[in-house]
């Protein structure tokens, strides 16, 4: 720990800080680069932004059709203040984009190339060739600062676009906009857009900026008519922006704070009086601490390049979802109101936990949120942006989400409305669109056991509702209901009823296989255990050979199922090494860059053999993370990849639903967890190293642990795991996974 | 036509007059008393509006709980800008209040007695007994005129209440409300509600005030705290208010323009320029000359009192849905859009075929506009408002107004759409709430042929569906489509697998019953003919004796299966004159209070008794209907009770979605309908009078006819109905209804 941050700026920004309990905090910010993963493929957002930040303030670039705005190629548009990060499909957001330019206004272009493009926490900085002009982003939690650097020129501008946002395929369309110039130094205004990934209903991102710098002239446009002096354009469906023009003097500074709302343009002005400082760096360290918050959960003893690998995955994990209370334009609530869970089926495995893990209090914010749209939209989302639910993917696991915190210990849930909230997810089918909400498929599941391929992603489906089912009825034996524990418990082994021991592959047999409504199994001349798939198809981001391994609720039945454990043991080895497709993104069979395959490497625990699942697992930190742009292995999935490491890293992982972890492989010598209760739990790993990735023996809270899981339950008001590493397999955790139940 | 119409302001105001050709409008407003229909369940909205006019201004009285604001008893809490007319179940709207006081601001209460209550077409007056003001207000399409009198006082006020609204069961919540004083003359701001009778996503309500006086002072409110001097309130899910201070001499006025919009405040600013007049009396002029373009297209010969109940329910059929265009929150279309169907089931037996036959260029509109839902939300829905669809209460029955444009020959409806709209409501299920659009029960419908009682409003459902299958089927086979039209031919006789030819009642036998999910009828222990339902129950707002006769496309079956025409004319004499219930909202069994009923008097023709349909008919007219406020014999639901009044007057009645008009007897000596093309429709009928009630003879357009039906089309290009009415039933008609097909 290098540098220690500066406290006066804290306190004066009234940050509290409750992890350290009086001690001062570290700068962790250094080991942030928030350039990690924006490229190939893993769509990081880059931009400044504070924890679960509703402003994330970015550049928008090339053809505007980038989830994140941001690309390493084309060139820069400007920069808008709301994103996401890490996701796939569709875009959203990139709404309401400012950009400093001189001269004209080109209406058909005003992009320009790049250069000098830097990043660090909390920063963005670029210079726009075409202009000579330079922009610096830093943003708190509901507002924006852009500072701009102008050349000497008689007309420099700067523009407010409130038509522009991205959009690709799932498009983004503009629903209607407005802008009212309020003074010389004032603006305001929104844009209302509809569409984008989850196909939502329009949200309007409003407006009000405030600049430090008179402007000289301003005007603004309504489609491509400009209208100099005309200071405000009403919504008649058309794009509308503005533009403040100022005589500049050479690398004179104009600085302007965007305040953001999904309310109102009052309540933007309202929102803007967190950012109580015209200090680019005050503002800038107020979002640095914010992060210090965050990143000092955790302490590690390693180098540095593991650090930024480290500390910047336990960045992404808490950029989203995004914490919108008080900004909810659709009902009036007490409880916490989140947005942009995008989604669960990605962020349930490894995401979540952590929050439950360093910040319970903010995962019972986000149950409590879902809670409440539940509450007044009718169903518990398993994804949801914009104000609106959808899109379901394949579960609706945010019922696994309900049951982890139950079964954690986590408090301040209604529980019983949870239970209800699951219920309906289970039996209540969403109707004409069962990509929205709720389950798809309910029909043929509910009746048959099993959902028929006359229904879209039937495998992936049958799959996640056996394994919801079982958190169904884990919080229903939880709450003393055992009626509905037991039914949910039956239908929990409803998985066995896609599978289908005839297929065989590799040399075993026994896969998850698409059957007709009648019962019938397909014909192995229209099907392959290799085929993977996307919405209209039999599995999602995943193939049966993968698929046929997601059974996380009971391992030990498909065990069975798969011929013993040697058998199993040595089908995982060929998931983990058969040498079938491109290197790039699979590892033999596995894919981490698609979640399906998240727990499986950890399934070696079941069967005694942790050592296997620390190869793999290290083996893949080690081959798909790294510090460049392409250093996360996949779409980052709003911090799933990233969640995924951080657990590994300190050397377990969750299997969501249970009271349980999974012991792999820790990386560093020592990692301290200061927990928010204001215990620590402290990870020590004698001698571990690239090399010494085998543990050898590991005590819990002091006692010798033979099985390689353990307990939340056990480390949630703090405690100790010791454990010793070496370069050979050992005899420990042979005894497998301990029964959770 | 006593009055001639001030033909300078309608030309300064710029609007167009094309149903006259040149001749001089008549001034039909003095035959319009608003206050028809308010009372007595009739829930008429008495303020002023203009045709489909979005906006409605009216006092709010009482418990706030009134469906079109207005009440006979109570005070008065103020003029809101926003409501809905006729309308039963939850309140909608009432948003956005404006009222004139002196005196300290009493925040628990400030409403008011009133005096001198007055309303005309285009006007509503009334004094505040508690502070000595008075009100006149008018309405524009989407602004209202609010003039006010002041006692001399030091401290006058206009308080303008964004934290009020109706309601009742079904509630309104508020979401949120903002307000903001630009000037001592201006003021904007919004308010956010949520549920109402469709229980409604959240419509927002945006304001832009401007005020012919300075305010001397001003100030503002959050909740109960009042701030005098804040001109801002920044939306913080708390209810905001404002109010303007004057210090006014005895009968100072000072008059308000308020400019509505679904927007923006920008918008409702823009919407505020269609009123460019400060003259109360001027702008007034301009509403009562739309008025007199719908009014215009009927001219009657008839008594004071006749043309009072027939003009005043012409206008109630214009009073809604809300033309929206340009006006849409949620897409950007170049389509129309309309608002406030509310609701089709109601409105489609009378009210749309009324706007099809004098306006059908407004008809098109509306169904581009169902069709414009459908495309952007997936069903065109059965009922509409605050821009939400909802709610379902029995068929998808907009089914019935698209096949009614295609067979009555409108054109600039896309049909291939509309039919796909249509199937989509008969074979996709909306999920979780099968309130809210398409059909509900079509697992049971459209497996078993019938909804069965495991699903809410089995009967009303089934009855429904087939009536809307038979409208897909004749869609369907104008548009060549054979299997289609083969198929909903089939399921259009779904009807009968309802009938239970066992039942038994007051002699007749066969009847609507509950089936059980397996087939089985239920016990008639547990049911019985005369059990009448809403939501939950197996019939909506009917019973079995009164559904039973409802087949619209297939009356003949309807005959055979009740035991022929005479039988069936003696079930028809039985419904009509029993005397079971109280005579205040029944005649016998039959209920023109709702809607189930309204076709059935015409059913008498069907079995070539057109004598006794002008007795049931007539009598009804008469009974039922009076210049009174009580004068409506239900809830108008957005002028249905009042349509159902302007056909019968002028002699026949749509059986809707077929090319049908059943003749029942005619009111006037003289009518003349000016169509929209241009031609005129002439209705003769010698002798007509309250004794002359039986048609003797009929031409149509000179030639003689013997049934007592006959086609839209034959007089959609004008044409002549010469009548010869008699004191004794005749022998025409006895050839019944001719074969529509």
Redesign the interface.
């Given at each position: 720990m290098n540098k220690y941050f500066n406290i006066a700026i804290v306190t004066a920004l009234s940050v509290a800080i409750t992890s350290f309990k009086g001690n001062a905090m570290s700068d962790l910010s250094q080991y942030v680069d928030p350039f990690i993963g924006v490229d190939g493929g893993g769509n990081v957002f880059p931009g400044p932004c504070v924890p679960f930040g509703m402003v994330k303030v970015g550049p928008d670039c090339g053809g505007k059709d980038w989830n994140a705005g941001w690309d390493r190629d084309g060139n820069i548009h400007g920069f808008s203040n709301v994103h996401v990060s890490g996701t796939g499909g569709g875009c959203k957001y990139g709404n309401v984009l400012f950009a400093p330019i001189t001269g004209n206004l080109d209406m058909q272009d005003y992009s320009s190339p790049r250069n000098n493009e830097h990043v660090a926490l909390g920063l963005y900085e670029v210079d726009l060739k075409r202009y000579g002009t330079s922009a610096r982003l830093t943003a708190l939690q509901r507002s924006a600062m852009h500072e701009y650097t102008f050349p000497a020129s008689d007309d420099s501008k700067i523009i407010i676009d409130l038509g522009s946002f991205l959009s690709s395929h799932e498009r983004q369309?503009?629903?209607?906009s407005?802008v009212?110039i309020i003074s010389d130094k004032e603006i305001e205004g929104?844009t209302?857009v509809?569409g984008g990934w989850n196909i939502g209903?329009?949200y309007t991102v409003y407006f009000y900026a405030v600049f430090d710098t008179p402007s000289d002239d301003c005007g603004t446009w309504k489609s491509h008519r400009v209208e100099p002096g005309k200071r405000?354009?009403?919504?008649?469906?058309e794009p509308t922006g503005a533009y403040f023009s100022y005589r500049t003097s050479d690398k004179q500074k104009v600085t302007v704070k965007v305040g953001i709302?999904y309310?109102?343009t009052?309540?933007a002005?309202?929102n803007l009086s967190e950012m109580n400082s015209w200090n680019f760096d005050e503002v800038r360290a107020a979002c640095v601490s914010r992060w210090n918050e965050i990143l000092n959960k955790i302490e590690v003893k390693g180098s540095d390049e593991q650090k930024k690998i480290f500390y910047t995955a336990l960045y992404h994990s808490y950029l989203q979802p995004v914490d919108k209370t008080?900004e909810n334009?659709?009902?009036?609530s007490d409880e916490p109101y989140y947005d942009d869970y995008y989604c669960i089926w990605d962020t349930f495995r490894a995401t979540h936990p952590l929050f439950t893990l360093l910040t319970p209090s903010k995962q019972v914010d986000m149950l409590r949120s879902l809670l409440d749209i539940y509450r007044y939209e009718?169903?518990a989302p398993d994804a949801r942006s914009g104000d609106d639910n959808g899109r379901v993917q394949g579960g609706s696991n945010v019922d696994i989400l309900f049951t982890d915190a139950y079964v954690k210990g986590l408090k301040g849930i209604d529980y019983e409305l949870a239970l209800e909230a699951m219920i309906k997810n289970a039996e209540?089918?969403?109707?004409?669109?069962e990509r929205k909400e709720?389950r798809g498929g309910i029909?043929d599941y509910n009746e048959k056991g099993f959902v028929s391929t006359k229904f879209e992603r039937a495998g992936t489906r049958t799959m996640e509702y056996a394994n919801c089912d079982y958190a169904i009825a884990t919080l229903a034996r939880g709450l003393k209901e055992k009626e509905i524990a037991q039914k949910y418990m039956e239908r929990s082994r409803n998985w066995q009823n896609l599978w289908n021991p005839d297929v065989e592959s590799l040399g075993f047999k026994g896969f998850v296989w698409p059957r007709y409504s009648d019962g019938s199994w397909w014909s192995e001349n229209d099907y392959s255990v290799f085929q993977g798939g996307t919405w209209p198809d039999f599995v999602y981001e995943t193939f049966s050979w993968e698929l046929s391994f997601y059974v996380p609720h009971d391992v030990n039945a498909l065990i069975e199922k798969c011929g013993g454990k040697e058998q199993f043991t040595r089908r995982l080895d060929t998931y983990f090494s058969h040498e079938k497709w491109d290197q790039r993104w699979y590892m033999g069979l596995f894919q981490i860059s698609n979640e399906p395959g998240f727990l499986t490497p950890t399934l070696y625990n079941y069967v005694g053999r942790p050592d296997k699942t620390a190869e793999v697992v290290r083996k893949t930190l080690k081959e798909r993370y790294n510090t460049t742009k392409e250093g996360i292995p996949g779409n980052d999935d709003s911090g799933s990849m990233s969640s995924w490491y951080v657990f590994h890293a300190l050397g377990f992982y969750p299997n969501t639903g249970q009271d349980l972890y999974l012991i792999s492989s820790p990386t560093f010598e020592e990692a301290v967890i200061h927990l928010e209760n204001g215990r620590d739990l402290s990870i020590k790993a004698k001698k571990a190293s690239d090399k010494n990735i085998y543990v050898q023996s590991v005590k819990l809270n002091g006692e010798p642990l033979d099985a390689c899981s353990f307990k939340h339950t056990d480390i949630a008001n703090g405690g100790t795991l010791e454990f010793v590493m070496g370069s050979k397999p050992s005899k420990w955790g042979t005894v497998g996974v301990e029964n959770q139940l």
């Open positions: 369309y503009l629903v209607g407005e009212r929104y209302r509809r209903e329009p405000e354009q009403y919504d008649t469906s709302s309310l109102s009052g309540k002005r309202m008080g334009s659709k009902w009036i009718g169903y209540v089918s969403p109707g004409d669109d709720g029909s």
